[in-house]
């Protein structure tokens, strides 16, 4: 079975902290995403990439940046935490254009 | 703009009923997913239809696909109250392997 991890479930950090979100897929997939979900929005996509080093951007990627020196590791970073940015995190991959692979998320709340 | 809108937003049931859940779509498609999410935790993919399938199973799963109204369906047959959980259409846009997910059905099994 695929896996995937995240580095913590739960995560509370100050207003301009830089925050650092982990991710680690066990299927030598290609693509990984970062997602945030937020009642009402739905998922949305923050970055994704299809390849080590290639990144490209999502829907809504202002705040974030993102990592991916090893084919099974995707970062995402929060440069300077806001309050807006307070979401559930989903991290992803896939190895085919097909179906994804998601990992339990992390809560991130920024006091 | 949500690529899929999951109709209705939620459903309540009661046990031993049957679930359906609609998602309509608005551009060309090559494939549909489904993918079901626990409270707080991550997506599970069940089922992917290609565009050229008017129908697939899974166990009690049921998808059907109309391309031609651009909409699909997911039933859950025999509901259980471990099937409570929100439901979420996903589709490729323009064929890549990024997905644009639907803003979700909360389905609630009664036991």
């Known amino acids: 079975d695929v896996k995937v991890t995240q580095s913590s479930r739960y995560l509370v950090k100050r207003t301009g902290e830089k925050v650092f979100l982990e991710c680690v897929q066990d299927?030598?997939?290609?693509?990984m995403f970062w997602y945030r979900q937020d009642p009402g929005l739905g998922l949305r996509l923050i970055y994704f990439s299809y390849d080590v080093k290639m990144k490209e951007k999502g829907d809504i990627p202002e705040g974030y940046s993102v990592s991916r020196e090893k084919k099974e590791r995707f970062s995402l970073i929060l440069e300077s935490a806001s309050t807006n940015q307070t979401s559930m995190y989903l991290c992803a991959s896939s190895g085919l254009p097909y179906e994804q692979y998601f990992g339990p998320g992390t809560r991130l709340t920024v006091t | 703009s949500q690529q899929g809108e999951e109709d209705p937003q939620a459903l309540s049931i009661q046990e031993g009923e049957n679930a359906t859940m609609n998602c309509s779509y608005k551009?060309?498609?090559?494939?549909l997913q489904w993918y079901r999410q626990n409270s707080g935790r991550g997506l599970v993919h069940l089922i992917l239809?290609?565009?050229?399938?008017r129908e697939k199973h899974s166990g009690r799963l049921r998808v059907t696909l109309d391309t031609s109204k651009k909409s699909s369906s997911l039933l859950i047959t025999a509901s259980r109250a471990a099937d409570t959980a929100s439901y979420f259409c996903?589709?490729?846009?323009?064929?890549?392997?990024?997905?644009?997910f639907g803003s979700g059905t909360r389905l609630l099994v009664r036991p």
């Open positions: 996903a589709t490729p846009p323009d064929s890549s392997y990024k997905l644009i």
């Open positions: 299927m030598d997939h290609e693509n």
């Open positions: 551009t060309s498609i090559n494939n």
């Open positions: 239809i290609r565009s050229n399938e």
